[in-house]
């Protein structure tokens, strides 16, 4: 019954390093979306993407790029890792923009990445 | 531009008390309202929403919210809690796009 996973639950890098967060989604959704969660910030946009190759920056883009070559996948690439992006991050999707009462309106989560960065 | 705020960081309870989990947002022409709720080491999921129609919203697990416009409230009640319902509650909000602009987070803690 899963519908957006995210492939990686706890992760540690270090420093430096380059990361991948994988999420796919099985619902069709054209909408799909990065957000961090921190302790006392809520959830924070990173970035979204309304269809494939396309993408929007968020609120915190900075340090952060993705790509979407499949419509059911969304990667978050941090190109070189720093203690200060160690969070949860948090995979979304959503069908088509659309007014009330549509789809689009309703985000459906994963589970959530934990990533420590030493 | 959308914003939530959420006041209270956490929010200590008994078993089968009532509950109420307060919200304000930024006004806007339409608003579109939702509320969240995380289990510990799990993703979001959705609770409720307010997107026209009726100003009180009936969720899951014997969940309301109440859309107030004058107030720009929507405060999230539950009249009789279980330890269960221990979890951080998201308040959130539609940006002018298909972006959800959420608050900072509530934690309920349920006690015996």
């Known amino acids: 019954d899963v519908k957006v996973t995210q492939s990686s639950r706890y992760l540690v890098k270090r420093t430096g390093e380059k990361v991948f967060l994988e999420c796919v989604q099985d619902?069709?959704?054209?909408?799909m979306f990065w957000y961090r969660q921190d302790p006392g910030l809520g959830l924070r946009l990173i970035y979204f993407?309304?269809?494939?190759?396309?993408?929007e920056k968020g609120d915190i883009p900075e340090g952060y790029s993705v790509s979407r070559e499949k419509k059911e996948r969304f990667s978050l690439i941090l190109e070189s890792a720093s203690t200060n992006q160690t969070s949860m991050y948090l995979c979304a999707s959503s069908s088509l923009l659309g007014g009330a009462g549509s789809g689009a309106n309703v985000l459906t989560f994963g589970a959530g990445s934990r990533l420590t960065v030493l | 531009a959308q914003s939530v705020t959420q006041l209270d960081s956490q929010v200590p309870v008994f078993e089968e008390a009532p509950v109420e989990l307060r919200c304000n947002y930024s006004s806007s022409v339409s608003v579109y309202l939702f509320w969240y709720v995380q289990y510990p080491n799990q993703g979001l999921q959705l609770l409720l929403k307010?997107?026209?129609?009726?100003?009180l919203v009936k969720g899951i697990n014997g969940f309301e919210a109440e859309f107030n416009k004058s107030q720009t409230s929507f405060h999230l009640r539950k009249p009789s809690v279980h330890i269960s319902d221990t979890a951080e509650y998201f308040c959130?909000?539609?940006?002018?796009?298909?972006?959800?602009?959420f608050g900072s987070g509530t934690r309920l803690l349920v006690r015996p």
């Open positions: 959130a909000v539609r940006d002018s796009s298909y972006k959800l602009i």
């Open positions: 619902m069709d959704h054209e909408n």
């Open positions: 993407s309304y269809d494939v190759k396309m993408k």
């Open positions: 307010y997107l026209s129609g009726s100003t």
